[in-house]
């Protein structure tokens, strides 16, 4: 049942960082939006975030990749936190319309959890026993 969750999950993930990358040049404006005005040439920075989360999303499907982009999620997720963090702060809204500070501040944990997600599913999916249960095991 584990590796089919961790399947489907890793799907999942590969669809969204996809879509959301392609939005990056669909429709960059909200994520110029976001961006920290200490970050320089921010439409550039939008694209090139755009093309690692294409790339990496994409880099979960072949298993010969699956735990370097599961890595590389996990960077690029540091990597984007500021401009997360800069709109809560802020008050800034990606839409430009106004957004409940509650809104922006609850986004904010969802980055450890997608870091996690990243760094589950890229795994080998090998499952590697720890030392107590080696131990029990041998109490058989």
């Given at each position: 049942m584990k590796p089919l969750v961790r399947t489907g999950a890793r799907w999942l993930l590969t669809v969204a960082?996809?879509?959301v990358g392609i939005a990056?040049?669909?429709n960059p404006a909200p994520f110029v939006a976001i961006m920290p005005p200490f970050i320089p040439f921010h439409l550039a920075m939008v694209y090139l975030s755009g093309v690692f989360e294409i790339a990496l999303g994409l880099a979960l499907?072949?298993?010969?990749?699956?735990?370097l982009a599961g890595y590389g999620l996990v960077a690029l997720y540091v990597?984007?936190?500021?401009?997360?963090?800069?709109?809560?702060?802020?008050?800034?809204?990606?839409?430009?319309?106004?957004?409940a500070p509650w809104i922006a501040w609850a986004r904010l944990p969802l980055?450890?959890?997608l870091m996690l997600l990243a760094w589950w599913v890229g795994g080998d999916g090998?499952?590697?026993?720890?030392?107590v249960s080696q131990s029990v095991s041998h109490l058989d």
């Open positions: 960082m996809v879509a990056h040049f669909a499907i072949p298993k010969q990749t699956r735990v990597a984007v936190f500021p401009a997360n963090l800069y709109m809560a702060v802020a008050g800034i809204s990606p839409t430009g319309e106004p957004i980055q450890p959890l090998a499952t590697k026993p720890d030392a």
